[in-house]
């Protein structure tokens, strides 16, 4: 059982930063990967960086790729996004989420935990 509290989100305006952080509960978290998605109102929610159980590997979604950075500490049980010039565009609930299983990183369905989300919104 893994539990993921997510924080730092927040309004801020375009071309801005903001780092999330997602804090993990559960022994065996160094083992998995995890993945930060997005969901904006009446839109579905879609993958925007992940990380290997190691740190070694990271993948982005092309929107975000030169903006936004995805890191780990496993000392501290926690998974970081690093977000860079923000984007009105950007704005949505921001979860982390832990893989279970060899599945797509991409796909949201690949992973089992998901945290509560928090709010990022860009004013223009």
């Known amino acids: 059982q893994v539990q993921l509290v997510e924080s730092g989100g927040g309004l801020v305006q375009a071309g801005d930063s903001l780092r999330l952080s997602c804090a993990a509960s559960?022994?065996?978290?160094?083992?998995?990967?995890v993945g930060w998605f997005r969901q904006a109102p009446g839109k579905e929610r879609e993958f925007v960086a992940a990380?290997?159980?190691?740190?070694?590997?990271?993948y982005y979604a092309d929107f975000v790729k030169g903006r936004f950075t995805i890191s780990r500490d496993n000392a501290k049980k926690t998974v970081y996004l690093q977000m860079n010039s923000l984007k009105p565009e950007d704005t949505a609930v921001y979860y982390c989420?832990?893989?279970?299983?060899?599945?797509?990183?991409?796909?949201?369905?690949?992973?089992?935990?998901w945290g509560q989300g928090t709010q990022v919104t860009v004013s223009s």
């Open positions: 989420a832990v893989r279970q299983g060899a599945r797509s990183l991409y796909s949201a369905t690949s992973y089992r935990y």
């Open positions: 559960g022994r065996t978290f160094s083992r998995y990967a």
């Open positions: 990380i290997s159980g190691a740190g070694g590997a990271t």
